[in-house]
């Protein structure tokens, strides 16, 4: 190998296993079980106009590297098309057909620790790649719940 002399290379391994790209700590792709651990409602304005919105909060059965579970939000803008987004989600993560009308007897508590799949990829965010919840499917009888 000749040297440059303006920038001399030493190579000091070589290796037929690596990763193209290090993986970020974030929540692996794919179907997670989860489990539902906050459900918050925020009020406030932006821009001037006054706005309403639903989080729910998942914590994951996949740990990150200090073997905490990651936990990922979900967010409904009510005042939009949250409504609809978060019934199609709803349905989905029940297997039930809830209505909008069902909604005003709907008590939004009642989802804290209830058990989901939730399928989880990737987005390219402001900060680099994130996990992102992408949809959802009922718990089926082999799928363990969340733990704490």
């Known amino acids: 190998m000749k040297k440059n002399k303006n920038c001399q290379v030493v ?8 990763n193209i790209l290090t993986r970020p700590d974030i929540a692996p792709r794919g179907l997670q079980n989860a489990e539902i651990v906050e459900v918050c409602n925020l009020i406030g304005k932006k821009a001037d106009k006054e706005f309403s919105q639903m989080d729910l909060v998942f914590r994951l059965n996949a740990k990150n ?37 069902d909604l005003y007897d ?17 987005i390219e965010g402001p900060k680099g790649i994130i996990s992102k919840i992408k949809s959802f499917q009922p718990v089926n009888e082999t799928s363990q719940p969340a733990v704490a």
């Not at 990651?70 to 809830?98: I, P, Q």
């Not at 709907?106 to 990737?122: G, N």
């Open 11 to 18: 190579i000091t391994r070589k290796t037929n296993q690596f």
């Open 65 to 101: 590297r200090d073997g905490q579970n990651h936990v990922l939000t979900r967010s409904y803008n009510l005042s939009g098309r949250g409504v609809s987004l978060f019934l199609e989600d709803y349905n989905a993560m029940t297997g039930k057909e809830m209505t909008k009308t």
């Open 106 to 122: 709907f008590d939004a508590q009642s989802l804290v620790k209830m058990p989901v799949q939730a399928e989880i990829d990737y």
